[in-house]
């Protein structure tokens, strides 16, 4: 797209949300449950959205509301087999094919409160093509890789990966409740007792190998879904990991405030306040995932001190349009929740039908940029193959250079000097072979 095309996206995007999004509105308070979402009745309340609760009488009649908004419950009752599929969604032969060739890591697992998201009869639908497997998942094209990566490289122990010098990667399960099909760590998700085990001897070895390097400092938690865990486990988790005297900062990567929002507890809060600095990344696809159980689920966490930032992954036909994209990054900040990273998706085997060209990464960057507050603007980057790390991409704003003036681009496509005596931004051979 031309700048001009951008600007003109970016304006159209800047209008109120369609009614394709139907959950991205601004939502008037729901009436409350008062119900613990751990199982036994409190004042721990949590709405339930119409959508839901339309889906529930459909297809989980006998659930009462405090079923509903236990989150134990709603792991018990995932979809995960085709005969579940199907009572729920209209499969094409595709999917059913795809369910049926399907075995070992990644599994299908649908909570029933995510499924309420999704289109029962259209198999394009944004969200249902992210967890519903087809075809093309078996397909391996050039350059993918189960680990493309390269974690497995730079793990030090198990389940530790230390690439960065001053901060590790501590994968401390394999579960989740949900599997996005174009999991990164598709390999090693949902299969117990495979290849990958993560177990509390394991921790230990991690713990051990932390402790031993005073030069980390930053500890990310991932996974699976680190949420997942019992409030027990994450409790004991966390307190080794404070307890080490140079390991200053602890973030946590999880999806599970949006598939499964209900597992925000009052408990967990609690579990969680205590080890500040604490920091969570949530992984954010579409604005239909932002309902009024996320506006819930996000608010607890920011009422408890943690900052949250968004991970969204560029997928292919489902928010590689600014007129998606914008509306998700507005939505996230009245959610408190900042824009972080726009990933290109990774080369997993069998992701190709997910994975965009990368100038559509810089073009919808491109359609934020200026047409919208900073705030709303998440990094674009490829976590390079091999191990490369965390590669940040930016539209080419600068268009060369006239003496001791820098040519700048803005937003609108204007060009603009800038005064840099001495400078040589600009001035390299590819900007005057561009001039040329």
């Excluded at 908004?69 to 792991?75: A, E, N, S, T, V």
């Excluded at 992210?130 to 497995?152: N, R, Y």
């Excluded at 408990?267 to 920091?279: E, F, I, Q």
């Excluded at 006239?402 to 000097?417: A, S, V």
């Amino acid at each position: 797209m031309t700048s001009s095309e951008i600007g003109q996206a970016a304006k159209e995007a800047a209008k109120p949300p369609s009614r394709r999004f139907t959950q991205s509105g601004d939502f008037k308070p729901l009436p409350r449950i008062i119900a613990d979402n751990s199982g036994t009745w409190s004042t721990d309340a949590f709405p339930i959205s119409d959508r839901s609760r339309e889906f529930r009488s459909r297809f989980f009649a006998a659930a009462t509301d405090a079923e509903w908004l236990d989150w134990r419950w709603q792991l018990r009752h995932r979809i995960r087999t085709l005969a579940e599929l199907e009572r729920v969604f209209k499969l094409t032969a595709d999917e059913r094919d795809a369910v049926t060739r399907r075995s070992g890591a990644l599994p299908i697992g649908i909570t029933p409160y995510y499924a309420s998201l999704m289109s029962l009869d259209d198999p394009s639908e944004g969200l249902r093509r992210t967890h519903i497997p087809v075809g093309d998942e078996f397909i391996k094209s050039p350059g993918e890789a189960d680990d493309p990566l390269g974690e497995d490289h730079d793990s030090v122990v198990p389940g530790l990966v230390h690439r960065y010098p001053d901060r590790v990667l501590f994968l401390a399960t394999g579960f989740c409740s949900t599997y996005c099909r174009y999991c990164t760590r598709s390999r090693m998700v949902g299969e117990p007792g495979g290849e990958y085990d993560f177990s509390k001897s394991q921790w230990e070895k991690a713990f051990d190998y932390i402790a031993a390097h005073p030069e980390i400092r930053d500890v990310l938690i991932s996974g699976g879904d680190p949420l997942s865990l019992s409030d027990d486990r994450l409790d004991y988790l966390l307190g080794r990991l404070r307890a080490i005297e140079h390991v200053e900062f602890i973030r946590i990567g999880s999806k599970i405030p949006i598939v499964l929002p209900m597992r925000i507890t009052k408990s967990l809060t609690d579990v969680l306040r205590k080890y500040h600095p604490l920091w969570m990344s949530i992984h954010v696809t579409h604005p239909d995932e932002l309902t009024p159980e996320v506006m819930e689920s996000t608010a607890r966490l920011a009422d408890a001190g943690i900052p949250l930032g968004s991970q969204t992954v560029l997928l292919k036909g489902i928010n590689d349009d600014i007129l998606i994209m914008k509306p998700l990054m507005h939505g996230l900040l009245k959610f408190r929740v900042k824009p972080y990273y726009l990933y290109q998706c990774d080369p997993i085997t069998g992701s190709a039908h997910f994975r965009t060209p990368v100038s559509k990464g810089l073009e919808i960057i491109e359609g934020l940029r200026g047409h919208t507050t900073g705030y709303a603007v998440p990094t674009f980057v490829i976590d390079a193959p091999g191990g490369g790390g965390k590669i940040p991409l930016l539209p080419n704003s600068v268009v060369g250079r006239d003496g001791d003036d820098l040519l700048l681009r803005n937003f609108e496509g204007g060009t603009y000097r800038y005064g840099d005596p001495g400078g040589v931004i600009g001035s390299e051979p590819a900007f005057r072979e561009a001039a040329e």
